[in-house]
């Protein structure tokens, strides 16, 4: 576009440093053996028996060592005599389609080859119950049929509602249990009362289905599994939001307050349910959820191959490249939007052609700020904040951090002959 081109004549770029953000890095070496010794707890020793059919859910997020976890459930219930089927639990992710929902666990590495059994996918759902308010409470009818349902989650705060019960296992069972029916449902009250909702859901799910038991799981700050714990239905309550709290405080974060720009280079629904993590970000789709970075603007570069087009999230950009742009697929994307009410997280924003325009319209467009020492923070994503890159301005802020190190620069934007980062 000769505007944007012609407007950016002369902009500059301002130098960039790599910087290292150190977390706490304890974590589980041996995944499955620590899923087996927690399914092995005398507690469930009578849970699954001999030709039992068991579904066991798995959901849309990059979980760190999900087909592990899932193959070694579905180890348990075979060794156990039983017979286990995985089911997606993802709401209407998926383009909310069986096909989509299935094609999305191949791409988190959960097909019948990997996990040792099949895989049944439909958006088919049976009704269980009504909320207080009279809202249908839905649930899979392959997980419904079964003779026992066993939940495999990870815990962590959602992106746009806070409450005892975030993202996890109550959400799993009141909305991605439900299927794009049920989610709908849920959602229909709107983020304010969300976290009413997913319990009340939740509560009902567990009265009237055969819940046999829960694994727990809690990330690291490096998307690495910290902790599996494994629950008994009547225990999901009472623990599940101790767990919430142990996630927030595992959770990455960005050592700095504000910024005039945070350059993302990509999204994805494999990152985060919003594409880009808010919590991190900043950029919450509700007014029901806060944290973060302050950010007068935002860009992102890009989409992840494992979001297969769907862009949600795309909407708390100020501006996007082309590249991203092409990739959108809007039937991928909008379902999404549709049933969790958030549709602000589907516009589609300012598209320019370059990673260099993108970042030029948004330092131009800044106000109230140093023009010549703009203060900038890139990211990968908001699932890879361990090495980082800010700005010189941002130098003598980081110095005075102990958990910053700084490993290279400054050094120049590096753009290729089409304008992008390399």
Avoid: W
């Avoid at 990870?154 to 959400?171: A, N, Q, V, Y």
């Avoid at 449902?185 to 319990?199: I, L, N, Q, T």
């Avoid at 979001?307 to 092409?326: C, E, K, N, P, S």
């Amino acid at each position: 576009m000769d505007f944007i081109k012609e407007t950016l004549k002369g902009q500059q770029y301002p130098k960039m440093v790599r910087v290292r953000q150190k977390f706490d890095r304890s974590k589980i070496d041996d995944v499955p053996g620590a899923v087996m010794s927690a399914l092995s707890a005398p507690k469930f020793q009578d849970t699954v028996g001999p030709g039992m059919r068991i579904a066991v859910t798995c959901g849309s997020r990059g979980i760190a060592n999900i087909p592990e976890i899932v193959r070694t459930v579905v180890h348990y219930c075979l060794e156990k005599g039983a017979e286990p089927f995985v089911v997606p639990a993802m709401g209407s992710h998926g383009g909310a389609s069986a096909e989509g929902q299935r094609a999305i666990l191949e791409s988190l590495g959960v097909t019948g080859e990997t996990v040792g059994c099949e895989i049944r996918s439909s958006m088919e759902t049976v009704k269980i119950g009504e909320s207080a308010d009279g809202h249908d409470i839905r649930i899979d009818k392959n997980a419904y049929g079964a003779d026992g349902i066993i939940l495999i989650n990870r815990i962590k705060p959602h992106t746009s509602f806070r409450g005892r019960f975030e993202s996890g296992l109550m959400k799993m069972m009141a909305i991605g249990l439900g299927k794009q029916s049920g989610a709908e449902s849920c959602h229909e009250s709107g983020f304010r009362y969300m976290a009413d909702m997913v319990h009340e859901f939740g509560s009902v799910i567990l009265e009237k289905t055969n819940i046999l038991m829960a694994v727990g799981i809690v990330e690291n700050a490096y998307d690495e599994t910290a902790l599996i714990e494994g629950l008994l239905p009547s225990e999901i309550e009472e623990r599940e939001p101790e767990l919430l709290k142990t996630a927030a405080d595992r959770m990455p974060k960005l050592f700095f307050d504000s910024c005039e720009l945070l350059i993302v280079d990509r999204i994805g629904k494999n990152i985060s349910g919003t594409g880009m993590d808010p919590n991190i970000s900043g950029a919450f789709g509700t007014p029901y959820a806060s944290g973060g970075i302050k950010a007068q603007r935002r860009c992102i570069l890009d989409l992840t191959d494992e979001t297969h087009g769907g862009a949600y999230g795309m909407g708390a950009a100020d501006v996007i490249t082309r590249r991203l742009y092409d990739k959108i697929d809007l039937s991928q994307t909008y379902p999404n939007a549709v049933t969790s009410t958030t549709l602000s997280f589907v516009r589609i924003p300012m598209t320019v052609e370059s990673d260099r325009e993108a970042i030029g319209i948004c330092l131009k467009t800044c106000v109230g700020s140093d023009k010549a020492h703009p203060r900038i923070i890139r990211i990968r994503d908001t699932a890879s904040l361990e090495e980082i890159m800010i700005s010189e301005s941002l130098l003598v802020e980081a110095r005075q951090n102990d958990r910053l190190d700084i490993l290279s620069g400054p050094e120049e934007m590096d753009f290729d002959d089409r304008g992008n980062l390399f």
